[in-house]
């Protein structure tokens, strides 16, 4: 399970919600094998003035909250996406982009009416 949080300066990213969903998801899918169905952004767009970092009106930054237990390979796997393939396709510098992985246990997580660590997954977390 993976819930995608987006930050990021309304004027620059309002108009482009889909693209940067579609280039987050994609490398959710191919570093930790999301299934493609299971998109869950929220964009939180800020005003202007209300995102105060040292970097450009193109400051974005993604929040990745997950399931605990994958590895420091795959964890580095999706970060190097991120800069390789996201920052590019959005035209974003390196220096524009940050990435946070917040883990939780599943057991923290409520699904389909039951705690997450009950669920079968139909893709892995253990990557």
């Not at 990213?13 to 490398?27: F, K, L, M, P």
């Not at 040292?54 to 964890?75: D, N």
């Not at 982009?97 to 939780?104: A, T």
């Amino acid at each position: 399970m993976a819930q995608v949080k987006i930050y990021g300066n309304r004027t620059v990213w309002g108009d482009r919600r889909g693209e940067v969903s579609d280039a987050v998801h994609a490398a959710l899918v191919g570093a930790w094998r999301i299934p493609e169905d299971k998109r869950f952004h929220r964009f939180l767009l800020l005003e202007d003035g209300d995102l105060v970092a040292p970097r450009s009106a193109a400051y974005l930054v993604i929040e990745v909250v997950c399931f605990s237990g994958r590895s420091t390979t795959a964890k580095r796997a999706l970060v190097r996406a991120m800069y390789d393939d996201v920052a590019p396709a959005l035209g974003i510098a390196d220096d524009d982009l940050e990435v946070v992985i917040l883990e939780s246990r599943p057991e923290n997580w409520g699904i389909r009416g039951r705690s997450a660590d009950e669920l079968v997954l139909t893709y892995p977390v253990e990557v």
